[in-house]
């Protein structure tokens, strides 16, 4: 199985967390990290958050201070650790798997939801 499977979405209040997973095979050891993005309604996809395969983290300026990234590598999980939900963070949420040559080949999984509502 290549394709990423995201799973943990849910409809929750402002100043809730959720914890999103990515798993697959070997997902942990690809050579150019797991990367989380997002897609709210009517928005173009953006950047949330990374994880490099030497446990490097990167987060987008939005999400900064609330959000953790993490792996255990025992279980081939990526973890997205979402604290203090605002509205502004709804959106279907997709981690993208990056590996091969030039990190070259890269696998999305089909995404979760997430609804944070006031």
């Known amino acids: 199985q290549v394709q990423p499977v995201e799973s943990g979405g849910d409809s929750v209040q402002a100043g809730g967390s959720l914890r999103l997973s990515c798993t697959a095979p070997?997902?942990?050891?690809?050579?150019?990290g797991t990367w989380w993005f997002r897609q709210a309604a009517g928005k173009q996809r953006e950047y949330v958050s990374s994880i490099s395969l030497d446990g490097n983290t990167a987060y987008a300026n939005s999400v900064k201070g609330r959000f953790t990234i993490s792996k255990d590598k025992a279980k081939d999980m990526i973890y997205l650790q979402m604290n203090n939900l605002k509205p502004e963070d709804t959106a279907m949420y997709s981690c993208?798997?990056?590996?091969?040559?030039?990190?070259?080949?890269?696998?999305w999984g089909q995404g979760t939801q997430v609804t944070v509502f006031s």
């Open positions: 070997g997902i942990t050891s690809d050579t150019c």
């Open positions: 993208q798997r990056r590996r091969g040559y030039a990190c070259a080949e890269n696998h």
